[in-house]
């Protein structure tokens, strides 16, 4: 039976590897429960992202997206 963290998983790899057929670099945070996902960095460009089945993202979870976005400065991603 695959569980919401088998689903989310897999589509965090499928995002990986679309990303990396792209030129990105890309490191996978793994079961860490945080914000971000996926970081993909190319020549001069740095991507941090969240990776969502649904468009719908918890209010808590939002306003920590916007805390984090604020402190390092870049824009985190939802997809």
């Known amino acids: 039976m695959r569980t919401n963290y ?3 998983r897999e589509r ?7 990303l990396e057929k792209q ?3 890309v490191i ?9 996902d996926l970081v993909a960095i190319k020549k001069n460009e740095i991507r941090l992202i969240q990776s969502r089945k649904g ?3 918890r209010p808590l979870e939002k306003l920590k997206l916007k805390e984090l976005e ?3 400065g870049l ?3 939802v997809v």
Do not use: D, T, V
Request: charged share 30%.
């Open 6 to 8: 088998h689903k989310g």
């Open 12 to 18: 965090e790899h499928y995002i990986k590897k679309k």
């Open 23 to 25: 030129g990105y670099f």
């Open 28 to 36: 996978r945070s793994a079961g860490s429960h945080s914000p971000i």
């Open 55 to 57: 468009k719908y993202i």
């Open 70 to 72: 604020s402190l390092i």
């Open 75 to 77: 824009k985190i991603e």
